[in-house]
Every structure is written in structure tokens, then in C-alpha cells.
């Protein structure tokens, strides 16, 4: 660490986290059979779609069976029915027929996207297709699912549990990102539906326990920041009140990496120079988030997002080395070895000028590490 201070190593590349790709390998075994058929759509008296049993299927062609002038209204149809939402969670053991017919129309409404022409998605799509990723994602089964989370949740120790909705859940998701990335999706009609309710909604599904769920809520979050960028203070401002929330009130969240994650990409892209929001962002938000005990969870996206702003601005390194000491670990040596990781690349992208400034303070710390009881952090600042 000495060598680190005094001679200042060359800066490494940091990678990019963003390595995904823009869709899930969906689960598409026992394609065949029941591909005329389609559920019928049955209302409940109080306006949802949720259902307790289904009494009856309405026969409807094949899309790829039908001839193009007949192929849209076919699929605002497969649509509509679609809206329909078994419940994984209270009856798993019921519908099994009608359940794979659903996830069977859903892969082929998906299909249809993907292989649709030049020409641009019509608003009464726009409509339909919203209101029924509204339904699968925003439904009563699925929040049900969701608190039954244990409170005393630690995350450290609980890899999370599995959504039995899943089946249909994965094609939604897959639906709702290919409908989000399509370049026949008119952001400025698309802009009327998927508005800030929407995402407001999307973003709090981010507390899912389910890691596979949040995986494509990361990726359909990136999308939907990059293609409508009229909601992109919205989207900002409230995943800054979700990550206030977590640290001074809650200290519990499933999504926390996923956030830092998409918002590593956010701050990769900020023009200089950096506006003062971005920079109270970095003191208020992401300095304070190295004081939790989960901070395991998500250091490494959290790491990457603080050194961003450091390559970005030179003069923050004094802030964010003088933030990371004040929230220096005292008892906990593995969480000590992560903040003499962070420090040793923020070191290599900081200016003799800002290492002047806190070059006391960072000094007595390191003394304090050298005198460790542990003896990997006595090692780690070497």
C-alpha cells in the first residue's frame, strides 16, 4: 500500500459490467400440443384478470397460419387473452392445461415481435402489449409471492428464493424487452403507456428474491433508460430515493446490486462536467452505502461506481477517500480488506494535488492496518 501511495502504480482498465445480452435463453421444452388453442379471458366482477378457475378456451389459428392482413388483430387477441394470470402461489397444483396454453401464446406473441417487419408497432400494440405485461408483472399472485419474504432476511447467508411464476413470468419479461428494444417501438408513442407509473412499478419489482427475475428487470431497465430519455431524471431521482431508503431506513433490499449495476452505466455516460446532482449523488448516496453490514452483497458494483466518478473528476478523489474513512470498518477485517481494495484503484486514478489533501488522514489509517490483529489486512497493505 506504501508503494501504492508513494509511486502510484499505473491505472488499470476497469472493466465494464454491462456484459449481457439483451435477452434470457427462455425454457421453450414441451412446445408442442395446444397451439390452437388459447385460454379464454374470464374478468373477475371487481375488474381483474386474475382467475380462480377457467371454464372454457376460445379456438384461435396459429399467427404464422393466417394471412398478414389478418395477423394483427390476431395478435391483439393473444393479447388480451394473455392478460389472464393463474396463481403459482396460492393453487399450484391447478390449471395445468390451461397454463402451459398460456405460456405456449406467450412465446408466440414474443415470436411475432421478433420477427415482425420494417414497419412501425400501431399505438392500439403500444396499448395492448403494456396492459398485459401489466397484468402478469403487477399482479395480486405475483406481490403475494413477493411478501412472503421473511422480514428477518439475511442476505448475507440466503441465496433468495425462486418464483413459481416463473414459467410464465420469464416469456413476460422476454415479451416486455424485445418490445422495449424493437426498433419498430416509437419511443414517442411507446412514452404514453410506459410512463413514470410504469417504471415506478418496474423498479420496485427490483426487491425480488428471485435472482433470474431481477436479472431481466436489470437488463429491461438499461433498456428502457437508453431509448426514452424523457424519463431519465425520473428514473434517477427514484432509485435515489429506493437507495436513501435502504441505507438510513430499511437496510434491507434484494435489487441493490442490480441497481448499481445499471447505474455504473448511467455514470459511465454522464457528460463533464458532472452536474451538481451527480456529484451530491456520489457524496449523499454511494459513500454512505459502504457503511452496511451487507455491503458484501453489492462492493464490487459499488466499487466501479465510484471510481467512475473519480476518472471522471480528479478533484472528488479527496471526497471519496475522506467518505471511505469515515466509514472505516473497526471490527469487521473482511469488509476492512474490500475498503484497502477500493482505496488501492481510487488511489490510482487520484492526482498528487488531491492526494495532498487527505494524505494525513489516509496516512494514520493505514498505520492503524499495518497494526492490525489480522493478519491478511496486515498483508493487504503491503
Known amino acids: 500500500m506504501f508503494k501504492q501511495i508513494l509511486g502510484k502504480l499505473p491505472k488499470k482498465t476497469s472493466a465494464k459490467f454491462w456484459d449481457n445480452g439483451e435477452s434470457q435463453t427462455l425454457d421453450n421444452n414441451n412446445n408442442q400440443g395446444g397451439g390452437d388453442e388459447v385460454l379464454s379471458q374470464r374478468t373477475s366482477s371487481n375488474g381483474d384478470t386474475s382467475l380462480d378457475c377457467v371454464s372454457s378456451f376460445d379456438v384461435l389459428p ?18 388480451r387473452l394473455c392478460c389472464l394470470v393463474f396463481d403459482f402461489v396460492a393453487e ?58 421473511p422480514e428477518a ?26 418490445i422495449v428494444a424493437s426498433p419498430n417501438t416509437d419511443p414517442k408513442i411507446s412514452k404514453k403507456y410506459i410512463d413514470h407509473t410504469f417504471v415506478l412499478k418496474l423498479l420496485d419489482l427490483f426487491d425480488s428474491e428471485d435472482p433470474r427475475e431481477r436479472e431481466y428487470l436489470k437488463t429491461i431497465l ?14 434517477r431521482k427514484t432509485m435515489n430515493n429506493i437507495l436513501y431508503d435502504f441505507i438510513f431506513e430499511t437496510g434491507k433490499h434484494s ?68 467518505g471511505m474513512l469515515k466509514y472505516w470498518p473497526v471490527t469487521n477485517s473482511a469488509k476492512e480488506i474490500m475498503f484497502l481494495n477500493e ?40
Open 62 to 79: 396459429r399467427l404464422r397460419d393466417v394471412s398478414i392482413s389478418e395477423k394483427q388483430e390476431l395478435f391483439l387477441k393473444k393479447l
Open 153 to 178: 432476511l439475511d442476505l448475507e447467508e440466503e441465496e433468495g428464493s425462486l418464483n413459481p411464476s416463473w414459467p410464465h413470468l420469464q416469456i413476460v419479461y422476454e415479451f416486455l424487452l424485445r
Open 343 to 382: 482505496l488501492e484503484e481510487i488511489l490510482e486514478a487520484t492526482q498528487l494535488t488531491e492526494f495532498e489533501r487527505c494524505m494525513v488522514p489516509l496516512s494514520r489509517q493505514i498505520a492503524q492496518c499495518l497494526s492490525s490483529s489480522h493478519f491478511q489486512v496486515q498483508l493487504r497493505v503491503y
Open 92 to 149: 399450484p397444483q391447478l390449471n395445468f392445461k390451461e397454463k402451459e396454453i398460456k405460456r405456449q401464446t406467450l412465446l408466440e406473441v414474443v415470436d411475432y415481435v421478433i420477427s415482425s417487419g420494417n414497419g412501425k408497432f400501431p399505438e392500439s400494440v403500444i396499448q395492448e402489449a403494456t396492459k398485459m405485461i401489466s397484468a402478469n408483472l403487477f399482479s395480486n399472485p405475483h406481490r403475494q409471492w413477493k411478501n412472503k419474504t
Open 255 to 322: 435489487g441493490i446490486a442490480e441497481f448499481l449495476e445499471v447505474l455504473g452505466s448511467i455514470i459511465n455516460g454522464f457528460a463533464l462536467p458532472l452536474k451538481e446532482e451527480h456529484k451530491l449523488f456520489l457524496t449523499r448516496v454511494l459513500i454512505p452505502l459502504h457503511k452496511l453490514k451487507c455491503l458484501p452483497n453489492y462492493h464490487q458494483q459499488l466499487s466501479y461506481c465510484v471510481i467512475q466518478f473519480v476518472e471522471k473528476d480528479c478533484k472528488l478523489a479527496d471526497t471519496v477517500i475522506r
Open 222 to 235: 438499461h433498456r428502457i433508460y437508453g431509448r426514452f430519455m424523457v424519463h431519465r431524471p425520473f428514473i
